[in-house]
C-alpha cells in the first residue's frame, strides 16, 4: 500500500514547521471546504485528503512515523508478506492444501572415481535404476565436480515437479 505525500499535498517543505503546516492547511481548507465550494467533487477530495494530511502532520509521534515509512500491520502474515524472506517463512509455516502440487525432494549421489581420471578428464558411467548415464569429467585439477540431472530425484505429489539429482564426483583415495 502505498502513502500520499502528505507534505506535497499541503504544499510545505518537508522541514516544516507544525505553524507553516497549520497556515497551509487552513489556506487549502477554507478554499475547498464543502460550505464554500458546494457539490464539486474535485475540491470535496482535496479537503478530505489535506485533512488526512493535516491530521498525521500536526501530530509529531504520527509525523515522526510517517517520515520514517512505517505502516501500521494488522497481522503477522501482513508483517511477514512485505519481505520476500517473509513470504518464504509463510509459505514453509503454512502448511498446503492437500490437493496442491508439492516439487519432488532432490537427490545426492557420489560418485568415486580415480585420481587420474579427475585430472585427465574422461567419461564415467552411471547407473541410474534401469538407465545407465555417461557423465563427461572435464580435466582440471578441481577436486569435486558437480552435475545436476534434472527431474530424475523424487517424483512430486499431485503432479508436482520432480526434485532433481545432484551428483558428486569426487576422486577415490584409496
Same mark, same amino acid.
Request: with cysteine; charged share 30%.
Given at each position: 500500500?502505498? %502513502?500520499?505525500?502528505? /507534505?506535497? =499535498? #499541503?504544499?510545505? *517543505?518537508?522541514?516544516?514547521?507544525?505553524? @507553516?503546516?497549520?497556515?497551509?492547511?487552513?489556506?487549502?481548507?477554507?478554499?475547498?471546504?464543502?460550505?464554500?465550494?458546494?457539490?464539486?467533487?474535485?475540491?470535496?477530495?482535496?479537503?478530505?485528503? %489535506?485533512?488526512?494530511? /493535516?491530521? =498525521? #502532520?500536526?501530530? *509529531?509521534?504520527?509525523?515522526?512515523?510517517? @517520515?520514517?515509512?512505517?505502516?501500521?500491520?494488522?497481522?503477522?502474515?501482513?508483517?511477514?508478506?512485505?519481505?520476500?524472506?517473509?513470504?518464504?517463512?509463510?509459505?514453509?509455516?503454512?502448511?498446503?492444501?492437500?490437493?496442491?502440487?508439492?516439487?519432488?525432494?532432490?537427490?545426492?549421489?557420489?560418485?568415486?572415481?580415480?585420481?587420474?581420471?579427475?585430472?585427465?578428464?574422461?567419461?564415467?558411467?552411471?547407473?541410474?535404476?534401469?538407465?545407465?548415464?555417461?557423465?563427461?569429467?572435464?580435466?582440471?585439477?578441481?577436486?569435486?565436480?558437480?552435475?545436476?540431472?534434472?527431474?530424475?530425484?523424487?517424483?512430486?505429489?499431485?503432479?508436482?515437479?520432480?526434485?532433481?539429482?545432484?551428483?558428486?564426483?569426487?576422486?577415490?583415495?584409496?
Amino acid at each position: 500500500m502505498a %502513502t500520499r505525500d502528505y /507534505y506535497g =499535498v #499541503l504544499g510545505v *517543505p518537508r522541514d516544516a514547521s507544525i505553524e @507553516d503546516i497549520r497556515r497551509a492547511y487552513r489556506a487549502i481548507a477554507l478554499q475547498c471546504h464543502p460550505d464554500r465550494a458546494g457539490d464539486d467533487p474535485t475540491a470535496n477530495a482535496r479537503f478530505r485528503e %489535506t485533512a488526512e494530511a /493535516y491530521e =498525521v #502532520l500536526s501530530d *509529531p509521534i504520527r509525523r515522526r512515523k510517517y @517520515d520514517r515509512g512505517f505502516e501500521e500491520v494488522e497481522s503477522v502474515p501482513d508483517l511477514l508478506g512485505r519481505h520476500p524472506l517473509g513470504q518464504r517463512v509463510l509459505e514453509f509455516m503454512i502448511p498446503r492444501a492437500p490437493a496442491e502440487p508439492e516439487p519432488g525432494m532432490d537427490f545426492l549421489r557420489v560418485c568415486r572415481v580415480a585420481p587420474t581420471l579427475m585430472r585427465e578428464g574422461g567419461v564415467v558411467p552411471i547407473r541410474i535404476g534401469d538407465q545407465e548415464v555417461a557423465l563427461d569429467v572435464p580435466p582440471g585439477p578441481v577436486a569435486t565436480r558437480w552435475c545436476c540431472l534434472a527431474g530424475l530425484g523424487e517424483l512430486g505429489r499431485n503432479n508436482g515437479r520432480p526434485g532433481d539429482l545432484w551428483i558428486a564426483v569426487l576422486p577415490n583415495n584409496t
